[in-house]
């Protein structure tokens, strides 16, 4: 049996702060509210809904997984977060459209009290969002420093005993690290001399680690994955993870993949296009955020699928993805794939998936699990990249000596293994069952 971490209890209030209060975080902020007042189940929730097998089959022990470790209970939970046009989460999760006017009602009082604050905003990093309440300040440095007084204001003011970060925000351009990322040093340089490589999320992951408050990166932007964070996060005995939220098409493509490989069924090609139009689709529609969001979707196949160690079967595929704004949609994306697939003989075959799905329905859970999970870690004496939470992201961060594991299933076992590990279980290394 592997000894049992230290982990200490998650007494007292978890205060969960978002940068981006728009359609995801709103929806995740009032499903647990609802989900506190018995108005709603908190379904595809793991920390909240799902089972942990411990031990042998035989044995029969299958407790919650909330029951197992030590999470923060939802009642315990305070909400904040910053954003430049969104006044509070009733007005976020009115314009976003995702929940309707009935399951509002009950809850809008708490929604409406979660007011945004100020955001750090520059929209050269999203031309097409027009930002009003938003941060100044001579240098980068100085806004990082206002952030940092936020958390602190925000920490007194709700009595929390820990804090935690989710960027919601909206997907920033795409880019590149350079050199004022390489480590704390040059960062804090940057930040002093407004370099231009710096872009807002930075300034968010930054101000949470040089607090001492956990970060997971919900867009697929440069924020936690970049050299100086890194060495924050140890240096301060911080932990993080990222980066983009798994749902929607992404989801079905590493639920289906996997099945195929284990199959050793062969593919050519797979064609995803989406229509969706909710803000995050309006955002995307600029080439330079929808290049953000490609490189993050196209990266799923190749770990599933080994072409190098299959170049017969997956070799040669053609891996295409489009996202189109189309504003009737709303919140409520169409995603449709064509899978080009071969069997027995090289005879082609063809699967068409039509996933009429809600993106802000599948993250909302997400946001949930990554906080309470990210709060375990902490009190659990972790720090740095949680790559066992890479169930949850599209481009899951490593530490750069091994590829990022994308096969939902082996994600799963990872997550669960590493909690029996904390708790002193033996791993389970075959069904997930029950
Ligand atoms: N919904 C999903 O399934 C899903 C999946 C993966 C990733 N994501 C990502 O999650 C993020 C949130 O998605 P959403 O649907 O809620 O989008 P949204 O447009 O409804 O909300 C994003 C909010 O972020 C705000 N914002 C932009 N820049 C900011 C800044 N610098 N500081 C603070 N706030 C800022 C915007 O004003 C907006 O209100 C997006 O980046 C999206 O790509 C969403």
């Known amino acids: 049996m592997p000894e049992p971490l230290d982990i200490a209890a998650a007494n007292g209030r978890l205060g969960i702060l978002t940068p981006g209060m728009g359609a995801v975080a709103s929806t995740a902020y009032a499903g647990v509210i609802a989900a506190r007042k018995g108005l709603a189940a908190p379904i595809g929730s793991l920390t909240q809904m799902a089972h942990i097998r411990l031990g042998r089959r035989a044995e029969g022990r299958n407790p919650k997984i909330r029951e197992f470790v030590p999470l923060a209970e939802l009642d315990d939970l305070v909400f904040g977060g910053w954003d430049p046009i969104s006044a509070n989460a009733l007005e976020a999760a009115r314009t976003a459209g995702v929940l309707e006017e009935r399951d509002l009602a009950p809850i809008s009082s708490e929604l409406e009290g979660v007011v945004a604050m100020p955001a750090v905003f520059d929209q050269r990093w999203v031309k097409r969002l027009d930002g009003v309440r938003v941060k100044s300040g001579e240098t980068l440095f100085d806004l990082a420093e206002q952030l940092v007084a936020d958390i602190e204001q925000f920490r007194t003011e709700n009595a929390c005993d820990r804090l935690v970060m989710v960027w919601c925000g909206s997907t920033e351009a795409y880019q590149e690290p350079s050199a004022v990322h390489q480590s704390v040093e040059s960062f804090e340089a940057g930040l002093r001399n407004n370099d231009e490589n710096i872009a807002p999320s930075q300034l968010y992951a930054y101000a949470a680690l040089v607090s001492g408050v956990p970060f997971a990166n919900g867009a697929p932007n440069l924020a936690s994955d970049i050299p100086c964070m890194a060495e924050l996060a140890e240096r301060n005995g911080v932990p993080y993870t ?193």
């Not at 529609?285 to 799923?300: A, H, I, Q, R, W």
């Open 242 to 434: 990222g980066k983009d939220f798994k749902t929607g098409q992404t989801l079905m493509k590493t639920i289906l993949a996997p099945g195929f490989k284990a199959r050793m069924l062969g593919m050519r090609g797979w064609y995803s296009t989406n229509i969706l139009g909710n803000r995050d689709g309006e955002v995307l529609d600029d080439p330079e955020n929808f290049k953000t969001k490609e490189v993050s979707k196209l990266g799923v196949l190749d770990t599933i699928l080994q072409p190098e160690v299959y170049p017969e079967l997956y070799g040669n595929i053609d891996h295409v993805v489009r996202i189109n704004y189309y504003p009737p949609r709303g919140d409520n994306k169409e995603g449709w794939d064509n899978i080009d697939i071969f069997g027995w003989m090289g005879y082609p075959m063809q699967i068409k998936v039509d996933f009429l799905c809600r993106d802000s329905i599948l993250a909302a859970p997400i946001v949930l699990d990554l906080a309470l999970f990210l709060d375990l870690a902490q009190r659990a004496g972790q720090s740095g990249n949680q790559e066992w939470l890479s169930f949850y992201w599209k481009s899951p961060q490593t530490d750069g000596t091994t590829p990022a594991e994308h096969d939902i299933f082996i994600q799963q076992t990872k997550l669960k293994n590493t909690l029996r590990e904390w708790m002193g279980e033996e791993p389970v290394t075959h069904s997930e069952a029950g």
